[in-house]
T-cell receptor, first 115, second 115 residues
């Protein structure tokens, strides 16, 4: 069975600082994908970044990067130069299993950016 | 930028009534999904739909749920006889043919309140 664990229910970061949100995963499938989504207080789910299990390099998208450590089964999200608008819930998710596209989500981390 | 559109944003219904939640996926996407998020909990997969049929469904997606793509642009989720525990945020998502991770883009959600 697939499982995503986010152990930080809440995190605080000073504006302009970097922050790392933790995510560990469990799957027996060699082919999988890892995703991060942002959910602001307004409720929508916004795709941030994707990492494939066979990708050699860590994914980056602007201020977001994914620290992918395959042996440790971790896929931490790093947000650089935090902004007030980064305050939101952040969900790690995984797709795995041949022919399966469903996403399994973690419980999320609530990030608060302090001015 | 193309986006997934969901209507209504909030639906209030009486227990036992039928509701239909509507979604317009991104126009060139071929895979469609419904997820739900009970307040304060993680996002859960309900069903995926491809080529006019269900491709995967979770154990949550029982006989009271059904999905349909009635006209080539809309994608609907019907809950036949709502229960109090169906109160949740329902998200529609869509993705392209599998490439680059099959990234799912979510709508803003419909908040369903069952009284």
């Amino acid at each position: 069975a697939q499982k995503i664990t986010q152990t930080q229910p809440g995190m605080f970061v000073q504006e302009k600082e970097a922050v790392t949100l933790d995510c560990t995963y469990d799957t027996s499938d060699p082919s999988y994908g890892l995703f991060w989504y942002k959910q602001p207080s307004s409720g929508e789910m916004i795709f941030l970044i994707y990492q494939g299990s066979y990708d050699q390099q860590n994914a980056t998208e602007g201020r977001y990067s994914l620290n992918f450590q395959k042996a440790r089964k971790s896929a931490n999200l790093v947000i650089s130069a935090s902004q007030l608008g980064d305050s939101a819930m952040y969900f790690c998710a995984m797709r795995s299993g041949a022919g399966s596209y469903q996403l399994t989500f973690g419980k999320g981390t609530k990030l608060s950016v302090i001015p | 930028e193309p986006e997934v559109t969901q209507t209504p944003s909030h639906q209030v219904t009486q227990m036992g009534q039928e509701v239909i939640l509507r979604c317009v996926p991104i126009s060139n996407h071929l895979y469609f999904y419904w997820y739900r998020q009970i307040l304060g909990q993680k996002v859960e997969f309900l069903v995926s739909f491809y080529n006019n049929e269900i491709s995967e469904k979770s154990e949550i997606f029982d006989d009271q749920f059904s999905v349909e793509r009635p006209d080539g642009s809309n994608f609907t989720l019907k809950i036949r006889s709502t229960k109090l525990e169906d109160s949740a945020m329902y998200f529609c998502a869509s993705s392209e043919e599998f490439s680059g991770g099959n990234i799912q883009y979510f709508g803003a959600g419909t908040r369903l309140s069952v009284l």
